[in-house]
């Protein structure tokens, strides 16, 4: 079972299709294609830490509902614009900074890209989103999970460990499953 990262979906927002050259030509077309796509990824009881801006409006909790995944926010500037609709929409759990462990190895999960983190010193890494992959920035172990640079869905944990390593494209290739 793989553990899953994305971000800066913005769900049911029609601006964010111009502002970040978002290739669909409807707001719905969007939300079906995002739908789609974590869909496509993320199975029924796998988890997804989602990294903040999951969308606006009423709307969002219908939307959620239809994700798959155990799903938890790191939040996000908009989530805490939105309120209650993206706060209280069933995640299994809501914060605002997360260290995440796997196998002895530290991430830190953040909405906002962190110059400095915990432990990077260390070796852990850093993932968040905001940025839209707009960083000119490169930092060994910083690592965008956002929409924009992970536009074919959220990105494995293996894949994503690889990619902050590395310090890969800002638009990586693919961050998904093979099977």
């Known amino acids: 079972m793989s553990i899953w990262f994305w971000s800066d979906t913005h769900f049911h927002h029609r601006s964010i299709i111009d502002f970040c050259s978002r290739p669909f030509s409807s707001v719905e077309e969007m939300n079906e294609a995002i739908v789609e796509r974590w869909n496509a990824r993320v199975r029924k009881k796998e988890e997804i830490f989602f990294l903040g801006d999951f969308g ?28 209650k609709a993206v706060l209280n929409a069933g995640w299994d759990s809501v914060e605002q900074i ?77 961050g998904g499953r093979e099977d």
Request: proline share 7%; charged share 25%.
């Open 56 to 83: 606006f409006g009423k709307e969002v909790a219908t939307t959620f509902q239809r994700l798959n995944g155990r799903k938890h926010l790191i939040v996000g500037n908009h989530d805490l614009k939105q309120g």
């Open 98 to 174: 997360k260290v995440f462990k796997d196998n002895g190895r530290r991430v830190v999960l953040c909405h906002y890209p962190i110059e400095s983190w915990p432990s990077a010193h260390k070796g852990a890494l850093h993932f968040h989103g905001h940025s839209h992959g707009s960083l000119k920035r490169r930092i060994p172990g910083r690592l965008d999970v956002g929409f924009e640079p992970y536009s074919n869905g959220p990105v494995a944990l293996e894949n994503a460990i690889k990619d902050a390593q590395e310090m890969g494209p800002n638009v990586p290739q693919d």
